[in-house]
């Protein structure tokens, strides 16, 4: 026991202390993350030291250095996974064709969030994105807007 109390977890450690593996082969951070859902790690907590996306570690941690200029694309597109194998240095143009909001995945599918289907008179295509939108999700947004009243203003 040093003066402060229990001698600090290596990195490693307090890492694998905070991962489960599923059956699927993701291995899941399972403690914090940021807004968006990324797990979030701190390097040396005793000393107050910056904060590392557990993904970014894992696979710097396991594979080598990022290349400069390369984002990491989680190929299974589960963005809590830390599995190396998961992960593949993309540019970020690439990556962000490959997300889930892309128009390419868009594009594969058939049904909105909802479940309702994106085709014949259902589907809207947004000009100029190519977009790809669901009507009655549309109708059903714009029911509970409430409405301006169209009178004159005094």
Known sequence: ???????????????????????SGCIEWIAGTNGVGYGVMRLNPENGSRKSYAHRW?????????????????LCRNTV?????H?????????AL???????VNAAKSH??????LADNNLRIEPGTGYRKCRTCAQIRDAKRPRRSRGKKT
């Open 98 to 104: 490959r997300g889930i909001g892309s128009p390419a």
């Open 87 to 95: 992960l593949e240095p993309v540019t970020q143009r690439e990556n």
């Open 81 to 85: 996974c830390v599995n190396p194998e």
């Open 112 to 117: 909105c969030l909802r479940g309702h289907p």
């Open 1 to 23: 026991m040093g003066l402060r109390g229990p001698k600090a977890k290596a990195v490693i450690d307090r890492f694998a202390a905070k991962i489960a593996l599923t059956d």
């Open 58 to 74: 894992s696979y710097e941690h396991h594979i080598g250095p990022i290349p400069d200029g390369l984002h990491l694309d989680h």
